[in-house]
């Protein structure tokens, strides 16, 4: 059985989406932070590096969202969330697929860093302020990341995770995919269980 291991406020939440959106059978267990926001001892030890994600599969024992969703889509199901590498949409499937972890949540990261320890920011607009340009930009081209399809890419992106602490008065394309994402009845079941 997939047991899907959720740390509370943590890319755990792109799994359990996926999860529902598949239909995939899993078991939630649920972990609470501490009160320092470091995930618990038990959590800890799931795996190596002790982050979240973290699912269980029989006897594989896996970590890394992307990683993870990879797996699920292979393993159980989710081709359909996953453009065939012949189909005109794959490239951008693949960037964007890699672009939340490989971009957005560096420069999100960077950002509060760089203003949690006061540092002087960089020249220009910051790495997160061009991330969203580029999501906006290219969601006035596409209704979903990928092209005309939901796909995995989104559950990557999971931008209403990320968004929901930015001013999106200026951001007509991404306040329109943020409600194509919550009229999703997985992303509903999603909500409930995180």
């Known amino acids: 059985m997939l047991t899907v291991h959720h740390l509370k406020q943590s890319q755990s939440d792109r799994i359990i989406w996926l ?10 267990k649920s972990y609470t932070r501490e009160p320092s926001m470091a995930a618990p001892p038990e ?5 190596a ?3 979240a994600p973290v699912i269980t599969d029989g006897d594989l024992v896996l970590g890394e969202s992307g990683a993870i969703v990879e797996y699920i889509c292979a393993r159980h199901g ?3 969330l996953v453009p065939a590498p012949e189909d005109p949409d794959f490239p951008d499937y693949l960037f ?3 672009f939340a972890n490989g971009s957005l949540v560096p420069g999100l990261m960077v950002d509060h860093v760089t203003a949690t320890l006061g540092a002087p920011a960089s020249p220009g607009p910051s790495r997160s302020i061009r991330a969203f340009a580029m999501i906006e930009s290219r969601l006035g081209d596409a209704p979903w990341f990928a092209g005309d399809a939901f796909t995995a890419a989104d559950i990557m992106l999971c931008l ?3 968004a929901a602490r930015l001013d999106l008065t200026d951001s007509p394309n991404t306040r329109a995919y943020l409600d194509r994402v919550a009229a999703r009845p997985a992303w509903q079941r999603t909500e409930t269980l995180r």
């Open 49 to 51: 590096f002790g982050t």
């Open 19 to 28: 999860c529902e959106e598949l239909g995939t059978p899993y078991e939630l």
């Open 78 to 80: 989710g081709s359909a």
């Open 160 to 162: 209403p995770r990320f």
């Open 43 to 47: 959590y800890r030890a799931l795996s």
């Open 96 to 98: 964007w697929f890699h």
